[in-house]
C-alpha cells in the first residue's frame, strides 16, 4: 500500500481528532449520568466498599502495565510473531493481575472486615481476562487513522456497560451495579475487536525485547501517579468509613470528569505538536505559552465554576443525601483546574525524551502527599484531608510544575502568572459576584429552586468572567492571547452572516 501524502494525513489526523473528542465528550456524559442513576439507587457505603476493590484493581493495573499498543504502534514492520507475542504477554499481565487480585482481595476483606469484598475482587478478574483476549490487531486501526471506527468500537462497550449497570441497578439496588457495568464494557470491547479483525493466536514470546523496550519511564510515571492519587482511598476508609469514602470517591470523579473530557484529547495533541518543535526552542517556548493561556481561559472558570454550583447541582442531580459530595467537589475542582492549566509541560518533556525528570517529580509528589494527607486524616478528619490534599495538588504540584517550565522553557514563574493574570483577575470577580447572587437568593431545596439557583448563578458567571476577560484585553492594548483567536472566530462569523442572503 503506497503511502497516502502529507495533506491528505494531515486531514485524516484533523478527523481523527474530532472523532476522538467528540468519543471522549460523549463517554464523560454517560459517565455522569451513570453516576446521577446510581446515586439514585446506591447508598454511599456502596460506592465506597466497590471503591475499595477498585483501587486495588487500578494500581494492580498500571503497575503490570506494558505498553504493547503503543510498542505495536511504532514498529513500522510488524510481522505476525509481534502480534503473536503481544498476546501471550497480554494473557500473562492478565493472569499477575487475576492472582493480585484474588490474594489482594482475601487481604482488603481481612483488613475492613467484609467479606464481600473478595467476591468483587473475584469478579473484577473478568475484566483483565477479557482485555487479554483481545485482539492485538486492533492497534492497526490507529496506525491506518481510522479513528472514526475506533470511537464508534469504544462507544459501543461504553453503551453495552451502561445499559449493563442501569439494568442492574434497578433490578437488584445493589453495589453490584458497579461492578457490572465495566466488566460488560470490556467483554464488548474484546467481542467487537474480535468479530472486526480475527487474530489466531499462537503462544510464544519470540519477539518480547522488542515489545517490553518501549518507555520504562513512562511506565514509573504511571506508577508513581496512580499510587499518588489512588492511595488515598485506603486510607480515608480505615481512618474514617466506607460511607465517607462513598462520598469523596463520587465528589472526586464528577469533579475530574469534565477536566478529562478538555485534557486526554488535548494531551493526544499537544504531544505531536510540541514534539516538532523541539529543535525551535523559542517556539517551543511560545507554544506552550499559548496553550497554557488558552487552558487558563477555559480551565479556570471552570473549576471555580463548577465549585460555586456544587450545592444546588449535586442537590438537584444526585439528592440531597449527597451533600457531603457537593463539599468534596468544592475542594477539589478548582484545584484539578490549576493541575489542568499547567499540564502542557507533561507533553513539553515527554517531547523532549525528559521522561527520568516526570518520574522523579511523581516521585516528590507521591512522598510529599502521602505524609501531608494522612496527618490531615489522622487529626482533622475528612476536612482536613481535603485542606491538605488543596495544598499538596494546589500549591505542591503547580509549584513544582511551573520551576520545570522556568528549568526547560525559560519563562519565569512570574511571566507564567503574568500570562494567565486576565484569567485569574477574571475569575475571582465571577467568583465575587456568584457568592453575592446566591447570597442574595437565599436557600432553598425544591427542584424548582435549585434549577433557579443553578441557571442564575452560571448566566451571571459566564457574563462576569468573559465581560471581565475581554474588558482587561481592551484595557491592555489588545495584546496577543487567546482572546484574539476567540475575537478573530467571532468577527469572521459576523462578517459571514452578514453576507448571507436574507
Same mark, same amino acid.
Given at each position: 500500500?503506497?503511502?497516502? &501524502?502529507?495533506?491528505?494525513?494531515g486531514?485524516?489526523?484533523?478527523?481523527?481528532?474530532? #472523532?476522538?473528542?467528540?468519543a471522549?465528550v460523549?463517554?464523560?456524559s454517560?459517565?455522569?449520568?451513570?453516576?446521577?442513576?446510581?446515586?439514585?439507587?446506591?447508598?454511599p457505603?456502596?460506592?465506597? +466498599?466497590?471503591?475499595?476493590?477498585?483501587?486495588?484493581?487500578?494500581?494492580l493495573?498500571?503497575?503490570t502495565?506494558?505498553?504493547i499498543s503503543?510498542?505495536l504502534?511504532?514498529?513500522?514492520?510488524?510481522?505476525?510473531?509481534?502480534?503473536?507475542?503481544?498476546?501471550?504477554?497480554?494473557?500473562?499481565?492478565a /493472569?499477575?493481575v487475576?492472582?493480585?487480585?484474588?490474594?489482594?482481595?482475601?487481604?482488603?476483606s481481612?483488613?475492613?472486615?467484609d467479606?464481600r469484598?473478595? #467476591?468483587?475482587?473475584?469478579?473484577?478478574?473478568? %475484566?483483565?481476562?477479557?482485555?487479554?483476549?483481545?485482539?492485538?490487531?486492533?492497534v492497526?486501526?490507529s496506525?491506518?487513522?481510522?479513528?472514526?471506527?475506533?470511537?464508534?468500537?469504544?462507544?459501543?462497550?461504553?453503551?453495552a456497560?451502561?445499559?449493563a449497570?442501569?439494568?442492574?441497578?434497578?433490578?437488584t439496588?445493589?453495589y453490584?451495579?458497579?461492578? $457490572?457495568?465495566p466488566i460488560?464494557?470490556?467483554?464488548?470491547?474484546?467481542?467487537?475487536?474480535?468479530?472486526?479483525l480475527?487474530f489466531?493466536?499462537?503462544?510464544?514470546?519470540?519477539?518480547?525485547?522488542?515489545?517490553?523496550?518501549?518507555?520504562?519511564?513512562?511506565?514509573?510515571?504511571?506508577?508513581?501517579?496512580?499510587l499518588?492519587?489512588?492511595l488515598d482511598n485506603?486510607?480515608v476508609?480505615?481512618?474514617?468509613?466506607?460511607?465517607?469514602?462513598?462520598?469523596?470517591?463520587?465528589?472526586?470523579?464528577?469533579?475530574?470528569? /469534565?477536566?478529562?473530557?478538555?485534557?486526554?484529547?488535548?494531551?493526544?495533541?499537544?504531544f505531536?505538536g510540541?514534539?516538532?518543535l523541539?529543535?525551535? &526552542?523559542?517556539?517551543l517556548s511560545?507554544? =506552550?505559552?499559548r496553550?497554557?493561556?488558552?487552558?487558563a481561559?477555559?480551565?479556570?472558570?471552570?473549576?471555580?465554576?463548577?465549585a460555586?454550583?456544587?450545592?444546588?447541582?449535586?442537590?438537584?442531580?444526585?439528592?440531597?443525601?449527597?451533600?457531603?459530595?457537593?463539599?468534596?467537589?468544592?475542594?477539589?475542582?478548582?484545584?484539578?483546574?490549576?493541575?489542568?492549566?499547567?499540564a502542557?509541560i507533561?507533553?513539553?518533556?515527554l517531547?523532549?525524551?525528559?521522561?527520568?525528570?516526570l518520574?522523579?517529580?511523581?516521585?516528590?509528589?507521591l512522598f510529599v502527599?502521602?505524609?501531608?494527607?494522612l496527618?490531615?486524616?489522622?487529626?482533622?478528619?475528612?476536612?482536613?484531608?481535603?485542606?491538605m490534599?488543596?495544598?499538596?495538588?494546589?500549591?505542591? $504540584? $503547580?509549584?513544582?510544575? %511551573?520551576? +520545570?517550565?522556568?528549568?526547560?522553557?525559560g519563562i519565569?514563574i512570574a511571566?507564567?502568572?503574568?500570562?494567565?493574570?486576565?484569567?485569574?483577575?477574571?475569575?475571582?470577580a465571577?467568583?465575587?459576584?456568584?457568592?453575592? +447572587?446566591?447570597?442574595?437568593m437565599?436557600?432553598?431545596?425544591?427542584?424548582?429552586?435549585?434549577v433557579?439557583?443553578?441557571?442564575?448563578?452560571v448566566?451571571?458567571?459566564?457574563?462576569? =468572567?468573559?465581560?471581565?476577560?475581554?474588558g482587561l484585553?481592551?484595557a491592555?492594548?489588545?495584546?496577543?492571547?487567546?482572546e484574539?483567536?476567540?475575537?478573530? /472566530? /467571532?468577527?469572521?462569523?459576523?462578517?459571514?452572516l452578514?453576507?448571507? &442572503?436574507?
Amino acid at each position: 500500500m503506497s503511502e497516502a &501524502p502529507p495533506a491528505s494525513v494531515g486531514q485524516a489526523v484533523t478527523r481523527g481528532a474530532g #472523532w476522538m473528542i467528540s468519543a471522549t465528550v460523549i463517554g464523560r456524559s454517560i459517565d455522569a449520568l451513570n453516576i446521577m442513576i446510581l446515586a439514585r439507587f446506591l447508598m454511599p457505603k456502596d460506592f465506597g +466498599l466497590v471503591a475499595l476493590a477498585t483501587t486495588l484493581f487500578t494500581i494492580l493495573t498500571i503497575i503490570t502495565e506494558l505498553q504493547i499498543s503503543n510498542a505495536l504502534l511504532i514498529i513500522k514492520n510488524s510481522e505476525k510473531d509481534h502480534y503473536d507475542t503481544a498476546f501471550t504477554l497480554s494473557v500473562l499481565r492478565a /493472569l499477575l493481575v487475576v492472582v493480585g487480585l484474588t490474594l489482594g482481595g482475601f487481604v482488603l476483606s481481612t483488613i475492613y472486615h467484609d467479606s464481600r469484598l473478595q #467476591w468483587i475482587c473475584l469478579a473484577l478478574c473478568l %475484566s483483565p481476562l477479557a482485555g487479554a483476549f483481545q485482539s492485538p490487531r486492533y492497534v492497526l486501526m490507529s496506525r491506518k487513522l481510522q479513528f472514526s471506527r475506533i470511537a464508534g468500537i469504544e462507544m459501543s462497550s461504553k453503551v453495552a456497560g451502561f445499559i449493563a449497570t442501569v439494568t442492574t441497578a434497578f433490578l437488584t439496588h445493589s453495589y453490584w451495579a458497579i461492578v $457490572v457495568g465495566p466488566i460488560v464494557g470490556s467483554v464488548t470491547l474484546s467481542a467487537i475487536v474480535g468479530a472486526m479483525l480475527p487474530f489466531r493466536p499462537r503462544f510464544t514470546i519470540v519477539r518480547w525485547r522488542e515489545l517490553l523496550s518501549f518507555s520504562v519511564w513512562t511506565n514509573l510515571i504511571s506508577i508513581t501517579t496512580t499510587l499518588s492519587g489512588r492511595l488515598d482511598n485506603f486510607f480515608v476508609a480505615g481512618i474514617l468509613s466506607r460511607t465517607i469514602l462513598g462520598y469523596y470517591t463520587l465528589g472526586d470523579t464528577l469533579a475530574n470528569i /469534565l477536566y478529562s473530557a478538555i485534557l486526554n484529547p488535548l494531551q493526544r495533541v499537544l504531544f505531536p505538536g510540541f514534539w516538532q518543535l523541539v529543535h525551535a &526552542p523559542e517556539r517551543l517556548s511560545a507554544a =506552550f505559552a499559548r496553550s497554557q493561556q488558552m487552558l487558563a481561559m477555559l480551565v479556570l472558570p471552570t473549576g471555580v465554576g463548577l465549585a460555586l454550583v456544587a450545592d444546588p447541582l449535586i442537590a438537584l442531580m444526585l439528592g440531597p443525601k449527597w451533600h457531603v459530595a457537593a463539599t468534596v467537589v468544592q475542594f477539589v475542582s478548582p484545584i484539578f483546574a490549576l493541575q489542568s492549566m499547567i499540564a502542557p509541560i507533561n507533553a513539553v518533556l515527554l517531547a523532549m525524551g525528559k521522561q527520568k525528570i516526570l518520574f522523579f517529580r511523581s516521585l516528590t509528589v507521591l512522598f510529599v502527599r502521602l505524609p501531608l494527607i494522612l496527618a490531615g486524616l489522622y487529626f482533622w478528619g475528612l476536612y482536613g484531608f481535603l485542606c491538605m490534599r488543596v495544598f499538596s495538588g494546589g500549591f505542591v $504540584v $503547580v509549584l513544582l510544575n %511551573s520551576t +520545570l517550565v522556568a528549568r526547560f522553557l525559560g519563562i519565569s514563574i512570574a511571566a507564567q502568572f503574568r500570562m494567565i493574570s486576565r484569567s485569574v483577575v477574571s475569575v475571582i470577580a465571577m467568583a465575587a459576584a456568584c457568592i453575592a +447572587l446566591r447570597g442574595a437568593m437565599g436557600t432553598g431545596h425544591s427542584p424548582q429552586i435549585l434549577v433557579l439557583q443553578l441557571g442564575s448563578i452560571v448566566t451571571l458567571g459566564v457574563c462576569v =468572567f468573559f465581560a471581565s476577560h475581554f474588558g482587561l484585553w481592551l484595557a491592555s492594548g489588545r495584546p496577543k492571547g487567546p482572546e484574539t483567536e476567540v475575537h478573530t /472566530l /467571532l468577527s469572521a462569523l459576523r462578517s459571514r452572516l452578514r453576507t448571507q &442572503p436574507r
